[in-house]
């Protein structure tokens, strides 16, 4: 985005301007979060002016976090600004729920990221700016962040629904206000932003104006300290992809890879690793003691730890990531109708049935009987050589090298009474397709639900 340099406020109108034109093309919908105070007004009054120049559609969105008898004042002042300016508005309510002070403004902000990223448009402009960036990698260091949370709050990110975009991250407060009163704009002041007991409160009326009295310019100093590090977080990144790529097949983690690798190395390599199975970052107490089961302990121990729903695992030397779900209710069964992708997110994973010429299962035979599937009870045998007598499913499971976990909840296909096939493992001689004979190939796959 633009340059750190303090815009006057005559200027900030061309400081957006040049922050936005690297993202936008013509006919983009940009919607600007609208709380009522001075950054998102200020942020609506620029937007409303760019719209033309820039070429785009405007909406806003107000979230409504019910935590204080005005918010509905200001709901209402936020659709009267909006209607004056004949820009969309859309306000929805969340309920934060009963927590206590040290996790409000977490749920706050997670309930109104929710919001946002569902929003119908390619853009979600927010107001943070300068102060609001140096808060965020102090607090972070108070909390002892890693780089990635010391390089602050980006200014462009990619999400899981429209980009996030902050124009005025380089921007001083001191200047948004400026513009506010020189075009005589009106905005609502919430009071929890008085409340110290809130951890950023605190740090912004308590803290800060100390840390201003002898270091003026500590806004823009933490700003290059953040860009330093998110250059490193960078490079971590592009490091732990490298790794990723060698140790990583099928989405297990050769835990072999990491004894070659420095501890630092190799915790990078973790991270990247959780991230890439869609799984949240451990505290990094956990991770030093993941690294040193993975690393420390004999080929047949058994390694599992658990955190903030998923779990790690070691199999035959491999690191496996999965979301811990409850077990499944017991005789647990389901009908196949043909389906060619049947969904079982009680046991985590999806079934695929690929039509396939003369291998996996016969469809001719699979007529015979209703089609479901079941959960091993014990004692089940399958012969999937036809050179060679039935054998049983546990043997079968360990050869196929599925670990002890999954065979818990794998679907087994019957047809009628008859075990036909077990994904992973093979399907019976009885039901195998011969040659030239239309036939299904199953195969179990992973459900991601997040």
Known sequence: MASSKKPAASSLLSHVKLALIGYLETGRRLTVALSGGV???????????????LDFSLSAVH??????????????????????????????????GKRSKAGLEAAAREARYGVLLSQPADYVVLAHHLDDQAETVLLNLLRGSGVRGLSGMPSARAASGPMLLRPLLDVPRAAILAYARQHKLQWVEDESNEDVALTRNFLRR??????????????????????????????????????????????????????GLSAARAKNLLRVFFQSQGAPMPDAERLEEMLRQLMSAGSGARIEIAWSGYVLRRYR????????????????????????????????????????????????????????????????RLR???KRPRRSLKNLCQEAAIPVWMRERLPLIFCGEHLVAVPGVGVDCAYQATQNEAGLRVCCSPLYTG
């Open 206 to 259: 308590a803290v800060l104006p100390q840390v201003e009295t002898k270091f003026p310019a500590y806004r823009e100093t933490i700003l290059r300290a953040s860009r330093n590090l998110a250059e490193a977080s960078t490079l971590l990144d592009e490091l732990g992809a490298m790794d990723l790529a060698h140790a990583v097949r099928a989405g297990r983690l050769d835990a072999r890879y990491l004894g």
């Open 39 to 53: 950054d998102s007004v200020v942020l609506l009054d620029l937007l409303d002016r760019l719209k033309g120049d």
């Open 317 to 380: 030397g491999e690191a496996w990531v999965d979301s811990i779900l409850p077990a499944p209710e017991s005789g647990w069964s389901r009908r196949w109708h043909g389906e060619p992708v049947l969904r079982l997110p009680e046991l985590g994973c999806q079934l695929e049935f690929v039509p396939a010429l003369g291998q996996g299962m016969s469809v001719a035979r699979l007529q015979a009987h209703p089609v479901s599937l079941h959960l091993r009870q014990g004692g089940e």
């Open 63 to 96: 979230v409504n976090h019910q935590l204080s008898p005005h918010a509905p004042d200001w709901a209402r002042f936020c659709l009267s600004l909006c209607e004056a300016r004949g820009v969309p508005l859309h306000v929805e309510a969340v309920k934060i």
């Open 384 to 386: 999937v050589d036809c």
